[in-house]
């Protein structure tokens, strides 16, 4: 019994040196809401804009031309300030409809990675903001780092699983949400919201699944290789197929035979036996390929 109790007060003591060494880490930023920021709404225009000048075709960013403009960093910082100033929860006025809130999320959320890795360029990769002590991949960056949302201090793993996903529930944010990282959806420069949100997510959806480094099939091999984008959020694929009364039975692949394009529906049918392998994440960053 001696020995137990030894033990637990020792798991303990581990927890609190653990909990204090990686105490969260608040990222304010030292802007102000533009003047001509709109009374009603939330304008996105600005960050848009912005996303438009640095990302190239392949959806990857130019962060070096980016931080070299002082300018536009203080354009991505005023855009923040209003990120950090309203939000669904303290401003829901300004979001009329759960597509506006959507939208906010996943948009603040990719402001602040991109300003994130601004503020450390260069950056080979996220993962390499490490908490003191480390203890998954990306601890640091999504975990410990902290970043104000209508006032309110979130980390962006809270933002993306807490908020996004346990509120919205709908599985194509993962094929928006981009972490700086080559092996993520691709940043798009186009921020709708409301109404033309859906076909936004639609479209995204349709190009992570067509490309092939997302989703590979293998025919001589009778395997498809797949994003861990979808080895972590499983569940949440599955879940979509059944509310959309869908049957799930055949797991990951039956998802991708509801959302894939036209023209790999017959690959994927003659793929729904062969074994699904995974491809492995590349956390370097999705920096522009133009430098």
Same mark, same amino acid.
């Given at each position: 019994?001696?020995?137990?109790?030894?033990?637990?007060?020792?798991?303990?003591?581990?927890?609190?040196?653990?909990?204090?060494?990686? &105490?969260?880490?608040?990222?304010?930023?030292?802007?102000?809401?533009?003047?001509?920021?709109?009374?009603?709404?939330?304008?996105?225009?600005?960050?848009?804009?912005?996303? &438009?000048?640095?990302?190239?075709?392949?959806?990857?960013?130019?962060?070096?031309?980016?931080?070299?403009?002082?300018?536009?960093?203080?354009?991505?910082?005023?855009?923040?300030?209003?990120?950090?100033?309203?939000?669904?929860?303290?401003?829901?006025?300004?979001?009329?409809?759960?597509?506006?809130?959507?939208? *906010?999320?996943?948009?603040?959320?990719?402001?602040?990675?991109?300003?994130?890795?601004?503020?450390?360029?260069?950056?080979?990769?996220?993962?390499?903001?490490?908490?003191?002590?480390?203890?998954?991949?990306?601890?640091?960056?999504?975990?410990?780092?902290?970043?104000?949302?209508?006032?309110?201090?979130?980390?962006? *793993?809270?933002?993306?699983?807490?908020?996004?996903?346990?509120?919205?529930?709908?599985?194509?944010?993962?094929?928006?949400?981009?972490?700086?990282?080559?092996?993520?959806?691709?940043? &798009?420069?186009?921020?709708?919201?409301?109404?033309?949100?859906?076909?936004?997510?639609?479209?995204?959806?349709?190009?992570?699944?067509?490309?092939?480094?997302?989703?590979?099939?293998?025919?001589?091999?009778?395997?498809?290789?797949?994003?861990?984008?979808?080895?972590?959020?499983?569940?949440?694929?599955?879940?979509?197929?059944?509310?959309?009364?869908?049957?799930?039975?055949?797991?990951?692949?039956?998802?991708?035979?509801?959302?894939?394009?036209?023209?790999?529906?017959?690959?994927?049918?003659?793929?729904?036996?062969?074994?699904?392998?995974?491809?492995? *994440?590349?956390?370097?960053?999705?920096?522009?390929?133009?430098?």
């Amino acid at each position: 019994m001696t020995y137990l109790l030894l033990f637990a007060a020792f798991l303990v003591a581990a927890a609190i040196v653990f909990f204090i060494v990686n &105490r969260p880490q608040l990222i304010e930023i030292d802007a102000t809401v533009p003047a001509d920021f709109p009374a009603e709404g939330f304008s996105h225009a600005t960050f848009e804009a912005l996303l &438009r000048t640095y990302v190239d075709a392949e959806g990857r960013i130019d962060y070096e031309r980016w931080h070299a403009n002082e300018e536009h960093l203080g354009q991505l910082d005023s855009y923040l300030a209003a990120v950090a100033a309203y939000s669904p929860v303290n401003s829901p006025n300004r979001f009329v409809k759960k597509s506006d809130e959507l939208a *906010y999320w996943m948009y603040a959320y990719n402001a602040y990675v991109l300003r994130n890795v601004l503020s450390h360029w260069p950056l080979e990769s996220v993962t390499n903001l490490k908490a003191p002590l480390e203890v998954t991949t990306g601890f640091g960056f999504f975990w410990r780092q902290r970043f104000l949302f209508g006032g309110e201090a979130m980390s962006l *793993y809270a933002i993306e699983n807490d908020v996004i996903r346990n509120t919205y529930r709908d599985p194509r944010i993962h094929f928006v949400l981009n972490c700086a990282s080559e092996s993520c959806p691709i940043m &798009r420069p186009d921020l709708p919201a409301g109404d033309d949100l859906e076909p936004f997510l639609a479209s995204a959806t349709i190009n992570f699944i067509g490309d092939q480094e997302n989703v590979a099939i293998d025919h001589d091999n009778r395997r498809i290789i797949l994003s861990d984008i979808f080895k972590w959020y499983e569940k949440d694929f599955l879940n979509d197929l059944r509310r959309q009364g869908l049957p799930s039975e055949g797991g990951l692949i039956a998802y991708l035979q509801s959302a894939a394009p036209e023209r790999m529906l017959g690959d994927l049918a003659a793929a729904k036996e062969y074994d699904i392998e995974f491809a492995g *994440y590349d956390w370097s960053i999705n920096n522009s390929k133009a430098q």
